[in-house]
């Protein structure tokens, strides 16, 4: 398998946090945007953004920027597939995703979804953490959190999933499911490592887990 190429999806409306790029927000100084290319760029062979609107207030990131092709602000799935198409563009088999409100993802990420791929016909997996005993109480078979915005998508499914958003499919984990999509297990320890940021507070939190 050639290596992926990434993508960081900052394409979401921030409702929680009143509107905006959350991936501008600073913690220590520096936009959560900028850590996560800093983290994701050293995995993948090269690297896009998926946002929408004007592109020139991410000009500073020196990164293509890919907007959604299907209106409405469709989810997440929506800016896999930009990113889908991007590769395309570029001769690529697939790409991995991160958040761009998520700092603190694992370096190894790419590494641990490529090997959790090994056999498949289209490589496509999905991170997950443990989840916690309170979470299990609250009810749900699942033993782990699936984090739908962090996974390896594979270029020749995505007239497949262009369909599907089009048919007005949302839920990430539905289209993967129907494509045999696999997971890679990461630990939660010392604190989760997909923590995204969401409301003010979580900056707050973000803040002290940097420090």
Request: hydrophobic share 45%.
């Amino acid at each position: 398998m050639t290596p992926p190429l990434g993508v960081i999806l900052a394409g979401g409306l921030a409702t929680r946090m009143g509107g905006g790029d959350k991936g501008l927000l600073q913690i220590g100084g520096q936009s959560l945007l900028s850590r996560v290319c800093d983290r994701l760029a050293p995995q993948v062979s090269d690297l896009a953004l998926n946002a929408n609107g004007d592109a020139g207030r991410f000009s500073d990131m020196g990164l293509p920027v890919v907007a959604d092709s299907i209106e409405g602000f469709a989810g997440p799935l929506a800016g896999v597939l930009a990113g889908l198409d991007w590769a395309a563009e570029q001769g690529a088999e697939s790409i991995v995703t991160a958040a761009a409100d998520t700092p603190f993802f694992p370096t190894d990420l790419v590494a641990r979804l490529v090997a959790a791929a090994e056999g498949q016909v289209h490589p496509l997996v999905l991170a997950t953490t443990p989840r916690t005993g309170e979470e299990l109480k609250s009810g749900g078979r699942s033993r782990v959190n699936r984090h739908p915005t962090f996974g390896l998508w594979p270029v020749a499914l995505r007239d497949d999933l262009r369909a599907a958003l089009t048919d007005g499919l949302r839920k990430v984990v539905l289209w993967t499911d129907q494509h045999g999509g696999r997971e890679a297990l990461f630990e939660a320890q010392p604190f989760d490592p997909f923590f995204n940021v969401n409301t003010p507070s979580d900056l707050h939190r973000a803040e002290e887990l940097l420090r």
